[in-house]
T-cell receptor, first 114, second 115 residues
Framework: DQQVKQNSPSLSVQEGRISILNCDYT??????FLWYKKYPAEGPTFLIS?????DKNEDGRFTVFLNKSAKHLSLHIVPSQPGDSAVYFC?????????????FGKGTHLIIQP | DAGVIQSPRHEVTEMGQEVTLRCKPI?????LFWYRQTMMRGLELLIY????????DSGMPEDRFSAKMPNASFSTLKIQPSEPRDSAVYFC?????????????FGPGTRLTVT
Protein backbone atom coordinates (compact mmCIF):
# COMPACT_ATOMS: atom_id res chain seq x y z
CA ASP A 1 0.00 0.00 0.00
CA GLN A 2 1.68 3.15 -1.24
CA GLN A 3 1.26 6.03 1.18
CA VAL A 4 2.98 8.53 -1.12
CA LYS A 5 2.12 8.42 -4.80
CA GLN A 6 3.61 10.12 -7.80
CA ASN A 7 1.36 9.09 -10.63
CA SER A 8 3.44 10.48 -13.48
CA PRO A 9 6.53 8.35 -14.09
CA SER A 10 7.85 10.95 -16.51
CA LEU A 11 7.25 14.53 -17.63
CA SER A 12 8.69 16.42 -20.57
CA VAL A 13 8.82 20.25 -20.49
CA GLN A 14 10.36 22.81 -22.78
CA GLU A 15 13.22 24.90 -21.46
CA GLY A 16 11.98 28.18 -20.00
CA ARG A 17 8.48 26.90 -19.32
CA ILE A 18 7.01 25.87 -15.97
CA SER A 19 7.42 22.30 -14.71
CA ILE A 20 4.73 21.03 -12.34
CA LEU A 21 5.31 17.78 -10.50
CA ASN A 22 2.49 16.28 -8.46
CA CYS A 23 2.32 14.08 -5.39
CA ASP A 24 -0.55 12.59 -3.39
CA TYR A 25 -0.49 11.01 0.03
CA THR A 26 -2.91 8.91 2.04
CA UNK A 27 -1.55 9.01 5.61
CA UNK A 28 -3.19 11.83 7.60
CA UNK A 29 -0.36 11.66 10.15
CA UNK A 30 2.15 13.06 7.69
CA UNK A 31 3.04 16.59 8.76
CA UNK A 32 6.18 17.40 6.83
CA PHE A 33 6.82 17.02 3.11
CA LEU A 34 10.00 17.19 1.09
CA TRP A 35 11.15 17.08 -2.50
CA TYR A 36 14.39 15.45 -3.50
CA LYS A 37 16.18 15.54 -6.82
CA LYS A 38 18.27 12.63 -8.06
CA TYR A 39 20.78 12.33 -10.87
CA PRO A 40 21.92 8.91 -12.12
CA ALA A 41 24.55 7.20 -9.96
CA GLU A 42 24.12 9.78 -7.19
CA GLY A 43 22.14 9.90 -3.98
CA PRO A 44 18.98 11.99 -3.68
CA THR A 45 19.62 15.67 -2.97
CA PHE A 46 17.29 17.70 -0.76
CA LEU A 47 15.52 20.42 -2.74
CA ILE A 48 12.72 22.05 -0.75
CA SER A 49 10.31 21.19 2.05
CA UNK A 50 7.03 22.33 3.59
CA UNK A 51 5.42 21.91 6.97
CA UNK A 52 1.75 21.01 7.23
CA UNK A 53 1.05 24.36 8.90
CA UNK A 54 1.88 26.14 5.64
CA ASP A 55 0.38 25.95 2.19
CA LYS A 56 3.29 27.36 0.21
CA ASN A 57 7.05 27.53 0.41
CA GLU A 58 9.26 29.24 -2.13
CA ASP A 59 12.99 29.03 -2.75
CA GLY A 60 14.24 30.71 -5.89
CA ARG A 61 12.84 28.95 -8.94
CA PHE A 62 11.24 26.25 -6.78
CA THR A 63 7.87 26.51 -5.06
CA VAL A 64 6.04 23.77 -3.22
CA PHE A 65 2.29 23.97 -2.67
CA LEU A 66 0.42 21.89 -0.11
CA ASN A 67 -3.33 21.21 -0.14
CA LYS A 68 -4.02 19.33 3.10
CA SER A 69 -7.69 18.76 2.48
CA ALA A 70 -6.90 17.08 -0.82
CA LYS A 71 -3.76 15.40 0.54
CA HIS A 72 -1.90 16.75 -2.44
CA LEU A 73 1.31 18.65 -2.98
CA SER A 74 3.04 19.96 -6.06
CA LEU A 75 6.45 21.26 -6.98
CA HIS A 76 6.67 24.15 -9.46
CA ILE A 77 9.91 24.92 -11.23
CA VAL A 78 9.98 28.14 -13.20
CA PRO A 79 11.69 28.76 -15.49
CA SER A 80 12.80 25.20 -16.22
CA GLN A 81 16.45 24.76 -17.14
CA PRO A 82 18.34 21.86 -18.77
CA GLY A 83 20.08 21.10 -15.45
CA ASP A 84 16.70 20.41 -13.90
CA SER A 85 16.48 17.16 -15.87
CA ALA A 86 16.50 14.50 -13.14
CA VAL A 87 14.24 12.20 -11.16
CA TYR A 88 12.22 14.05 -8.51
CA PHE A 89 11.02 12.26 -5.41
CA CYS A 90 8.27 13.41 -3.12
CA UNK A 91 8.73 12.32 0.52
CA UNK A 92 6.75 12.62 3.74
CA UNK A 93 7.39 12.35 7.45
CA UNK A 94 5.07 11.84 10.40
CA UNK A 95 6.93 13.29 13.36
CA UNK A 96 7.23 17.06 13.51
CA UNK A 97 10.45 18.32 15.00
CA UNK A 98 11.99 14.91 15.42
CA UNK A 99 14.00 12.57 13.30
CA UNK A 100 11.96 10.02 11.49
CA UNK A 101 12.34 7.91 8.41
CA UNK A 102 10.91 9.30 5.20
CA UNK A 103 8.26 7.65 3.05
CA PHE A 104 9.05 8.21 -0.61
CA GLY A 105 7.02 8.20 -3.78
CA LYS A 106 8.42 6.30 -6.75
CA GLY A 107 9.61 9.42 -8.49
CA THR A 108 8.93 11.42 -11.65
CA HIS A 109 11.56 11.65 -14.34
CA LEU A 110 11.60 15.26 -15.53
CA ILE A 111 13.07 15.89 -18.96
CA ILE A 112 13.75 19.49 -19.99
CA GLN A 113 13.84 19.86 -23.75
CA PRO A 114 15.94 22.63 -25.31
CA ASP B 1 32.36 18.59 4.89
CA ALA B 2 32.71 15.57 2.64
CA GLY B 3 29.07 14.60 2.95
CA VAL B 4 27.82 11.12 3.72
CA ILE B 5 30.38 8.53 2.68
CA GLN B 6 29.43 5.02 1.64
CA SER B 7 31.61 2.07 0.74
CA PRO B 8 31.90 0.17 -1.41
CA ARG B 9 30.21 1.97 -4.29
CA HIS B 10 29.67 -1.31 -6.11
CA GLU B 11 29.53 -4.85 -4.79
CA VAL B 12 29.06 -8.03 -6.77
CA THR B 13 28.77 -11.25 -4.80
CA GLU B 14 27.45 -14.75 -5.12
CA MET B 15 24.31 -16.00 -3.48
CA GLY B 16 24.96 -17.22 0.04
CA GLN B 17 27.87 -14.89 0.72
CA GLU B 18 27.95 -12.30 3.48
CA VAL B 19 27.80 -8.67 2.41
CA THR B 20 28.72 -5.67 4.57
CA LEU B 21 27.89 -2.13 3.52
CA ARG B 22 29.48 0.80 5.33
CA CYS B 23 28.45 4.36 6.04
CA LYS B 24 30.07 7.43 7.58
CA PRO B 25 27.49 10.13 8.35
CA ILE B 26 28.12 13.85 8.20
CA UNK B 27 30.02 14.98 11.29
CA UNK B 28 27.66 16.33 13.93
CA UNK B 29 24.58 14.58 12.57
CA UNK B 30 22.97 12.40 15.20
CA UNK B 31 20.44 10.51 13.09
CA LEU B 32 21.35 7.88 10.52
CA PHE B 33 19.08 6.11 8.06
CA TRP B 34 19.46 3.12 5.73
CA TYR B 35 17.28 2.98 2.60
CA ARG B 36 17.03 0.52 -0.28
CA GLN B 37 16.01 1.41 -3.83
CA THR B 38 14.59 -1.14 -6.26
CA MET B 39 12.63 -0.78 -9.48
CA MET B 40 9.61 -2.52 -8.02
CA ARG B 41 9.38 -0.86 -4.60
CA GLY B 42 11.23 2.43 -5.07
CA LEU B 43 13.03 3.94 -2.06
CA GLU B 44 12.22 2.16 1.19
CA LEU B 45 13.38 2.87 4.73
CA LEU B 46 15.10 -0.14 6.27
CA ILE B 47 16.20 1.13 9.68
CA TYR B 48 17.21 4.33 11.44
CA UNK B 49 19.29 5.30 14.45
CA UNK B 50 19.15 8.29 16.79
CA UNK B 51 22.29 8.89 18.84
CA UNK B 52 23.61 5.47 17.77
CA UNK B 53 20.50 3.68 19.09
CA UNK B 54 18.23 1.78 16.64
CA UNK B 55 14.78 3.37 16.76
CA UNK B 56 12.77 1.65 14.05
CA ASP B 57 13.86 -1.49 12.19
CA SER B 58 10.41 -2.46 10.94
CA GLY B 59 11.58 -1.97 7.37
CA MET B 60 14.30 -4.60 7.59
CA PRO B 61 13.00 -7.31 5.25
CA GLU B 62 14.25 -10.42 7.02
CA ASP B 63 16.49 -11.69 9.76
CA ARG B 64 19.21 -11.98 7.16
CA PHE B 65 19.55 -8.22 7.43
CA SER B 66 21.21 -6.55 10.41
CA ALA B 67 22.53 -3.05 11.08
CA LYS B 68 24.82 -1.61 13.72
CA MET B 69 26.07 1.80 14.72
CA PRO B 70 28.96 1.30 17.14
CA ASN B 71 29.73 5.02 17.28
CA ALA B 72 28.54 8.36 15.95
CA SER B 73 30.72 8.22 12.86
CA PHE B 74 30.16 4.71 11.53
CA SER B 75 27.37 2.32 10.65
CA THR B 76 27.17 -1.03 8.87
CA LEU B 77 24.40 -2.91 7.11
CA LYS B 78 25.04 -6.64 6.84
CA ILE B 79 23.25 -9.24 4.76
CA GLN B 80 23.98 -12.86 5.62
CA PRO B 81 23.36 -14.93 3.60
CA SER B 82 22.74 -12.78 0.54
CA GLU B 83 20.15 -13.70 -2.12
CA PRO B 84 19.62 -12.46 -5.70
CA ARG B 85 16.49 -10.55 -4.61
CA ASP B 86 18.69 -8.40 -2.37
CA SER B 87 20.15 -6.79 -5.49
CA ALA B 88 19.42 -3.08 -5.18
CA VAL B 89 21.01 0.28 -4.46
CA TYR B 90 21.45 0.86 -0.74
CA PHE B 91 21.57 4.44 0.50
CA CYS B 92 22.69 5.81 3.82
CA UNK B 93 21.47 9.23 4.97
CA UNK B 94 22.05 11.41 8.00
CA UNK B 95 20.35 14.40 9.59
CA UNK B 96 20.80 16.96 12.33
CA UNK B 97 17.86 18.02 14.48
CA UNK B 98 18.49 21.75 14.49
CA UNK B 99 18.70 21.75 10.71
CA UNK B 100 15.18 20.48 10.38
CA UNK B 101 15.26 16.85 11.40
CA UNK B 102 13.35 15.82 8.33
CA UNK B 103 15.98 17.06 5.91
CA UNK B 104 18.15 14.08 5.36
CA UNK B 105 21.39 14.13 3.42
CA PHE B 106 22.11 11.07 1.32
CA GLY B 107 25.29 9.31 0.39
CA PRO B 108 26.01 8.19 -3.20
CA GLY B 109 24.74 4.68 -2.53
CA THR B 110 26.12 1.16 -2.86
CA ARG B 111 24.95 -0.82 -5.85
CA LEU B 112 24.70 -4.46 -4.77
CA THR B 113 24.42 -7.29 -7.26
CA VAL B 114 23.91 -10.81 -5.96
CA THR B 115 24.30 -13.52 -8.60
Amino acid sequence: DQQVKQNSPSLSVQEGRISILNCDYTNSMFDYFLWYKKYPAEGPTFLISISSIKDKNEDGRFTVFLNKSAKHLSLHIVPSQPGDSAVYFCAASAIRGGADGLTFGKGTHLIIQP
Amino acid sequence: DAGVIQSPRHEVTEMGQEVTLRCKPISGHNSLFWYRQTMMRGLELLIYFNNNVPIDDSGMPEDRFSAKMPNASFSTLKIQPSEPRDSAVYFCASSHPSGGAHEQYFGPGTRLTVT
